[in-house]
């Protein structure tokens, strides 16, 4: 089968966007003649990585509008208008390349968001669009705790999705992708309400089986103090505000709460943690490589992950590898994989009665060794049965089969 992928952010050995893109073009190669789209930035470290580790059946088309390769790091804006007229280029680039190879399927990869067309949606061939998120924000009663800098945030990112919800190619895309994958039930009713005819609930989110490995094979803390540890930027959607009220409400003895990341909100969170009296329990450790924030996670009990609309999440299924219990609230995509099994899901109705939930699930956790030992071992086996990047290959590697057998009969 020859495949098409566009992945205008894919680039190896890292998280995200970028990890996405490329854990999603090596299965793909694993069963199909796979060509892939992606911008010329990322070509050295693609051309570095498959020098090192050669992969058949994977040709790379790198391009960008006008000749632009550059970063955007930090330019939000100019960074949207590259990715809107990159998308473009991919469509007439497409085309041709069509005639010359006639392709089976084509899939869009990344940006991981709903509300920014795929152009190549408009080619004859069966499409996949996503998984696709970016529906997921933070509910209304939230925004009274957010800075001014905060609350424009929120509303500005409001307007930009109902904009570009309002796109007609957006409205396109929907409507002639044979499968729509969303990353969570949120984006899921926004790709409904675009008319998309088939939607799924898919996470974008991965781990290769070295990843899957390196993880199980961290140590087991002492249990002693007891740890709980949040992971991410300092951003007042990452709602690390409602962890700190949460873990002073708990009066959990013997317990400390670590905070990795750095960002805009450290020195309020800074100032909150000593308002509550809990700064001698609190560690922040600043924004760290990799490898050590893996292994502060290693060295915490609980993963405390209170975000107000995350997409992915990452981070859960990291701490789920590990072996540990996460508490997050029911929002987005932590939402869809924390299961009863593998930790405690606290509904987001308000702040208050979130901090009440957060709270009762520390204390809970907390005083059950026996009990987190059970969800952190629940969490390694569905990391390995839902989230290995060969479980979500063979899941793609058959819904191309599937669109094909369906297109010819």
């Given at each position: 089968?020859?495949v098409?992928?566009?992945?205008?952010?894919?680039?190896p050995?890292?998280?995200?966007?970028?990890g996405?893109g490329?854990?999603?073009?090596i299965q793909?190669?694993k069963y199909?003649?796979?060509?892939v789209?992606?911008r010329?930035f990322?070509?050295?470290?693609?051309?570095a990585?498959?020098?090192r580790?050669p992969?058949?059946?994977?040709?790379?088309?790198?391009?960008?509008?006008?000749g632009?390769?550059?970063?955007?790091?930090?330019?939000?804006?100019?960074?949207?208008?590259?990715?809107?007229?990159w998308?473009?280029?991919a469509?007439?680039?497409?085309?041709?390349?069509?005639r010359?190879?006639?392709?089976?399927?084509i899939?869009?990869?990344t940006?991981?968001?709903?509300?920014s067309p795929?152009?190549?949606?408009?080619l004859?061939?069966?499409?996949?669009?996503?998984?696709?998120?970016?529906?997921?924000?933070a509910?209304?009663?939230?925004?009274?705790?957010?800075?001014?800098?905060?609350?424009?945030?929120?509303?500005?990112?409001?307007?930009?999705?109902?904009?570009?919800e309002?796109?007609?190619f957006?409205?396109l895309?929907?409507?002639?992708?044979?499968?729509a994958?969303?990353?969570?039930?949120?984006?899921?009713?926004?790709?409904?309400?675009?008319?998309?005819?088939?939607?799924?609930?898919?996470?974008?989110?991965g781990l290769?089986?070295?990843?899957?490995?390196a993880?199980?094979?961290?140590?087991?803390?002492?249990?002693?103090p007891?740890?709980?540890i949040?992971?991410g930027?300092?951003?007042?959607w990452?709602?690390?505000?409602?962890?700190?009220?949460?873990?002073?409400?708990?009066k959990?003895?013997?317990?400390?709460?670590?905070?990795?990341?750095d960002?805009?909100?450290?020195?309020?969170l800074?100032?909150?943690?000593t308002?509550?009296?809990?700064?001698?329990?609190?560690?922040?450790?600043?924004?760290?490589?990799?490898g050590e924030?893996?292994?502060?996670m290693?060295?915490?009990?609980?993963?405390?992950?209170?975000?107000?609309?995350?997409?992915?999440?990452f981070?859960?299924?990291?701490?789920?590898g590990?072996?540990?219990?996460?508490i997050?609230?029911?929002?987005?995509?932590?939402?869809?994989?924390?299961t009863?099994?593998t930790?405690?899901?606290v509904?987001a109705?308000?702040?208050?009665?979130?901090?009440?939930?957060?709270?009762e699930a520390?204390?809970?956790?907390g005083?059950?060794p026996l009990?987190?030992?059970?969800?952190?071992?629940?969490?390694?086996?569905?990391?390995k049965?839902?989230?290995?990047?060969d479980?979500?290959?063979?899941?793609?590697?058959?819904?191309?089969e599937?669109?094909?057998?369906?297109?010819?009969?």
């Amino acid at each position: 089968m020859k495949v098409l992928l566009s992945a205008f952010a894919c680039e190896p050995n890292l998280g995200s966007e970028e990890g996405v893109g490329w854990n999603t073009v090596i299965q793909a190669a694993k069963y199909h003649e796979t060509w892939v789209f992606t911008r010329t930035f990322c070509r050295s470290y693609i051309e570095a990585e498959l020098e090192r580790n050669p992969v058949p059946n994977l040709h790379f088309i790198y391009f960008d509008p006008f000749g632009w390769s550059e970063d955007w790091k930090g330019k939000q804006g100019l960074l949207q208008l590259h990715y809107y007229l990159w998308q473009i280029w991919a469509y007439f680039i497409a085309r041709k390349l069509d005639r010359a190879i006639g392709f089976d399927i084509i899939q869009h990869v990344t940006y991981v968001k709903h509300w920014s067309p795929s152009f190549l949606a408009l080619l004859p061939h069966p499409f996949i669009w996503g998984p696709v998120g970016g529906a997921e924000a933070a509910p209304k009663p939230f925004w009274q705790d957010f800075s001014r800098r905060g609350k424009i945030y929120e509303t500005l990112r409001e307007w930009a999705q109902r904009l570009g919800e309002r796109d007609p190619f957006v409205g396109l895309t929907a409507r002639r992708s044979v499968v729509a994958l969303a990353t969570t039930e949120e984006t899921a009713a926004r790709l409904r309400f675009l008319k998309a005819k088939n939607v799924k609930i898919f996470s974008q989110v991965g781990l290769s089986q070295p990843e899957i490995q390196a993880l199980a094979k961290l140590p087991t803390p002492p249990e002693q103090p007891i740890r709980f540890i949040s992971v991410g930027r300092l951003l007042h959607w990452k709602g690390v505000h409602l962890g700190l009220r949460a873990f002073a409400e708990a009066k959990l003895e013997q317990s400390e709460y670590w905070i990795v990341g750095d960002g805009p909100e450290r020195q309020r969170l800074e100032t909150l943690a000593t308002e509550l009296g809990i700064k001698n329990q609190v560690h922040f450790w600043g924004s760290l490589p990799r490898g050590e924030t893996l292994s502060k996670m290693g060295e915490s009990h609980v993963l405390l992950h209170p975000s107000l609309h995350d997409s992915g999440g990452f981070v859960c299924t990291e701490m789920m590898g590990i072996g540990r219990p996460v508490i997050c609230l029911d929002l987005g995509g932590p939402a869809t994989q924390v299961t009863a099994e593998t930790g405690i899901k606290v509904p987001a109705t308000d702040p208050d009665r979130a901090v009440e939930g957060l709270a009762e699930a520390i204390v809970c956790l907390g005083k059950d060794p026996l009990g987190r030992s059970r969800l952190g071992e629940a969490g390694r086996k569905r990391v390995k049965e839902v989230y290995d990047w060969d479980v979500k290959g063979k899941f793609f590697a058959q819904l191309c089969e599937d669109l094909l057998d369906r297109k010819s009969g």
